[in-house]
């Protein structure tokens, strides 16, 4: 089958009440439209058409990959029939199905319109829609069958009779149309009381002129819902939430309690990965096999690798940490860096734009910036790379199996050597060579009696002020 594509994204979303445009809210990670999208690239159509309004220009940079995607511009909001019109240019030489889908129906899955495209073809429909059943059809237009089940037209619920109100099946806003079918468009009419074109009046336009139209009832109304409220945006958040957890349980991944976890629509995780309460896995996350996520993690955007235990209260970014490494609880790993395999990063530890060796430890109370840190290196407590001049950024270099001390200040550029030691307390301005012990500390001195002398100048101090008290 060749596809194309367009989406309807003109609307204001006045009812939104924001000053984003309403298909560029977030929903789970993505972008509403994003999301769309992302649906439709797994049809593989030729091309997308994405029509939008006043804020094309907004709606055009926060486009991914949108190498195979085409704007159209709808400046006057004049319905979605107008939208369509819009985008026919941009058809111009595609020969075969368009798939025309809302920019603000995220739940939509490639499944369903796989499934309808397919009754499309096998049908040899000139116009199909897609229809579902609705308890409560609210605003959804109702679609309208004879007595033999074939569809004459669909009536919006503003232009419903009482009895037409009563109808269940109700109208997706997802059209297949032949390229040949495109010229129905042309015999759309002005509703007059809203200034607009209807989509939906090319059913019974079709229908007049004899056109093979159909619409198949599948899929639910959780996976239309249109989203013109924020309301309508929580309820879609929720329910993109419990489809991600359901799709990862599915997939073995366990979950102490569903109900407090965030998890972004791009996110990849292992099989046999725990994560525990209010977790938050962001961005495009990746998360290996047989990992532990403890409690309150947030990991925006990096990748963790098998068999690592994230410990409570940790936040990474834009990283990686490396097979069976441990990080936490109260770390930060800033964007840049690179946890090795089996390291341990620690308490209340910061590492950023830096490479961690496999095996090293920085345990607790640790500063680690722009830093190439080798193998099975022990940092002691309180070790810090100084890294800044107050101008400009210098690299700390620690080779394989160096032992720094507690309290440590390293003044980069510094290059510590192979197998050295710093003993604890020492502030390094100059490289260390290797298997060397470097100190630098000043020299302790014992002053006798000095600790007696203080106490009796204390009392002495305090009985002064008792006396003047008394006066």
């Not at 994204?9 to 929903?27: C, F, H, I, Q, W």
């Not at 603000?104 to 899955?109: C, G, M, N, S, V």
């Not at 395999?341 to 590492?351: L, M």
Request: charged share 25%; aromatic share 6%; with cysteine.
């Amino acid at each position: 089958m060749k596809l194309a594509a367009v989406v309807l994204a003109a609307g204001l979303g006045t009812r939104m009440n924001s000053s984003v445009p309403k298909v560029l809210n977030d929903l789970n990670g993505t972008l509403m439209l994003q999301h769309v999208l992302n649906t439709l690239y797994k049809l593989k159509p030729k091309r997308i058409v994405v029509v939008a309004g006043m804020h094309i220009e907004e709606i055009k940079k926060s486009i991914q990959d949108g190498s195979n995607i085409f704007f159209a511009h709808q400046k006057e909001a004049r319905g979605t029939g107008d939208a369509l019109v819009k985008a026919v240019p941009s058809l111009r030489g595609f020969q075969g199905t368009v798939l025309v889908v809302n920019g603000d129906t995220p739940l939509i899955t490639p499944e369903t319109l796989k499934k309808f495209l397919l009754l499309h073809t096998k049908r040899r429909d000139t116009l199909s829609l897609i229809s579902f059943i609705s308890r409560e059809p609210d605003s959804y237009g109702r679609v309208i069958r004879d007595e033999r089940e074939n569809v004459l037209s669909i009536i919006e619920n503003r232009d419903a009779t009482v009895s037409q109100k009563s109808i269940k099946e109700v109208n997706s806003g997802v059209y297949a149309i032949e390229s040949q079918g495109m010229g129905l468009l042309k015999a759309m009419k002005l509703n007059e009381s809203k200034g607009e074109y209807y989509l939906t009046d090319l059913v019974h336009i079709a229908k007049n002129k004899g056109v093979k139209i159909d619409a198949f009832c599948m899929g639910s109304k959780d996976e239309f819902i249109g989203i013109n409220t924020h309301q309508e945006l929580e309820k879609a958040r929720q329910l993109m939430k419990d489809r991600i957890i359901r799709r990862w349980i599915d997939r073995g991944v366990s979950f102490v309690d569903t109900t407090s976890v965030f998890i972004s629509s791009d996110v990849k995780m292992g099989k046999g990965t725990i994560v525990y309460p209010n977790v938050h896995l962001e961005g495009k996350t990746k998360v290996g096999r047989g990992c532990t996520i403890y409690p309150n993690v947030r990991i925006q955007n990096s990748t963790v690798g098998d068999g690592a235990i994230i410990k409570d209260s940790t936040l990474i970014e834009g990283s990686v940490v490396k097979n069976r490494a441990s990080v936490g609880p109260f770390a930060h790993i800033r964007p840049g860096s690179e946890i090795g395999t089996g390291a341990r990063i620690g308490n209340f530890v910061e590492v950023k734009k830096s490479v961690i060796g496999s095996g090293t430890k920085a345990s607790h109370l640790t500063y680690i910036g722009n830093a190439k840190i080798g193998k099975d290196v022990n940092i002691g407590a309180g070790t810090i790379t100084c890294n800044y001049d107050g101008y400009k950024k210098h690299i700390t270099v620690i080779k394989d199996k160096v032992f720094i001390g507690s309290d440590s200040q390293l003044i980069a550029p510094v290059k510590i050597g192979k197998g050295a030691y710093i003993g604890a307390g020492s502030t390094i301005i100059k490289d260390v060579p290797a298997n060397t012990l470097a100190l630098s500390r000043v020299e302790q001195r014992h002053i006798k009696g000095w600790a007696l002398k203080r106490k009796s100048k204390v009392q002495s101090s305090k009985f002064k002020v008792t006396k003047k008290e008394r006066r």
